[in-house]
């Protein structure tokens, strides 16, 4: 895929960039790690100072780079200016709770026959961030935020279609006052990432993407024995119960599954709907979705924008093909509109089966599954039946119900009655195939940061 920005809402090709040669890669892994031997020594409140910087830059740009985000991947204005404040919102989350959180922990000196015992939290050094395209910002900022204000210093490959983006988050930290290498942007090509991440320099990664980029980037980080952070796909489930509120339920429903264009992990994609309410659930749901207005992403009342690539909604449409070629039935949707760009219109399908493919893998567009289940108990084993387990929605008023599914569910997030997102007081990430480690939180900052026992003796 070249390294492009390509406009989702006409396919006009806009600019393209040439991959950094292996001299250039190699000229900036240098001046990251020479970096890092200085900046680890940097204190918490000079990060903070340059963090909260950067939250203000971000906050004081918006106008352009919300733009910029609709420009590169298609969303819709509105959620590109939220985005870009999320990522503010972000930033000083961290400059205000880092030095807390990475505080020494004592330890019961006089169990280990010490003086004094305790853990100290130090950074590791140059760590290798593989974004993906869908939330060019935020997935960026959010590991960002918490390594620079831990003392790592980052590399960022970002996906191939979002080059302005990536071009543009370096330009920020450097603006913010960041020492320069603290964080940079290469712009290779994905063949190029093996060689980055075996390189000695670099002693951590994370990625955000689909299952196989994880398993190649974990399988490469494993026989180097570097540590790994890994949020990939998901298909959410979203438990409709009796005693929910249903009109409720259906509204949350379809922004959640048609947030970002339907282009989020976390969406919720597999609508399980008890029997005694499906009918009804199923109704409102397909009005919700029906009324939603697809077109141009930087119109004011546009609800759903393009996908991002024309390869992806070829994928979407083929989901679509084999589920209705199978038995599904489309409720709503189901048929891209003519003309330019490359829209695909809110869709609901029932009848699904496990012989379809969307059954089992990850639908990334506007097209929800909706199934019906006779008990809790269905619903639970339903929502376990995939390989993914990242995010999950429950919608009840019965405390007991929330419990058993809270318990029951293989995921990395519990909604009850409400819509999964994430917030940076909260740890996000999956279990099974929707990846491994934390982001956000206590847990995101520590995540590139050595651990290390301190004994000091009588």
């Excluded at 997935?139 to 935020?145: D, E, N, P, S, Y």
């Excluded at 409102?284 to 029906?290: G, I």
């Amino acid at each position: 895929m070249p390294i492009a920005t390509i406009n989702p809402a006409t396919g006009e090709t806009l600019a393209t960039f040439e991959p950094l040669t292996p001299e250039e890669v190699d000229d900036r892994l240098a001046r990251a790690a020479a970096t890092f031997a200085t900046y680890r020594k940097t204190s918490f409140a000079e990060r903070a100072g340059w963090m909260r910087t950067l939250a203000d830059l971000l906050d004081a740009e918006v106008d352009d780079l919300a733009p910029l985000l609709t420009t590169e991947m298609g969303k819709t204005l509105a959620a590109a200016a939220a985005e870009v404040h999320k990522c503010a919102t972000g930033c000083r989350f961290y400059a205000e709770h880092a030095e807390q959180m990475l505080a020494d922990e004592e330890a019961d000196a006089e169990a280990v026959q010490a003086t004094k015992a305790y853990a100290t939290y130090q950074p590791l050094g140059v760590v290798l961030a593989v974004m993906p395209w869908n939330f060019p910002l935020w997935q960026v900022f959010r590991f960002l935020a918490p390594a620079l204000m831990a003392g790592n210093v980052g590399v960022l490959k970002h996906a191939s279609n979002v080059p302005q983006t990536a071009l543009r988050i370096e330009d920020l930290v450097g603006r913010a006052g960041f020492p320069e290498g603290t964080f940079q942007t290469l712009l290779i090509e994905s063949k190029q990432v093996e060689t980055v991440l075996r390189d000695p320099r670099v002693v951590a990664a994370t990625l955000t993407g689909s299952a196989p980029a994880g398993q190649s980037v974990a399988s490469i980080a494993g026989d180097e024995i570097k540590p790994t952070v890994l949020e990939l796909g998901g298909s959410d489930p979203f438990v409709v119960l009796p005693s929910a509120d249903l009109e409720r339920a259906a509204k949350v429903a379809t922004t959640s599954r048609c947030q970002n264009n339907g282009q989020s992990c976390i969406s919720a994609k597999r609508f399980i709907v008890h029997e005694a309410v499906a009918d009804e659930f199923l109704d409102r749901f397909v009005a919700e979705m029906s009324a939603l207005t697809v077109g141009d992403p930087t119109a004011a009342g546009t609800d759903v924008g393009p996908l991002a690539t024309e390869h992806g909604r070829a994928d979407v449409e083929e989901l679509v093909a084999d589920a209705v070629a199978k038995g599904a039935v489309i409720r709503c949707g189901g048929q891209r509109p003519d003309g330019p760009g490359w829209y695909y219109p809110p869709t609901v399908l029932s009848g699904i089966t496990p012989d379809m493919r969307m059954y089992g893998e990850e639908v990334f567009g506007p097209v929800a599954q909706v199934h019906r289940v006779p008990s809790i108990d269905e619903a639970i084993e339903l929502s376990n039946a995939t390989e993914f387990g990242l995010g999950s929605n429950v919608w009840t008023e019965d405390e007991a119900e929330s419990r058993q599914f809270i318990d029951g569910v293989a995921a990395g997030s519990v909604f009850v009655n409400g819509m999964v997102t994430s917030f940076p007081e909260l740890p996000f990430g999956g279990v099974k195939h929707s990846g491994c480690g934390r982001e956000l939180s206590a847990h995101g900052i520590r995540a590139f940061c050595n651990v290390k026992s301190v004994w000091i003796g009588p």
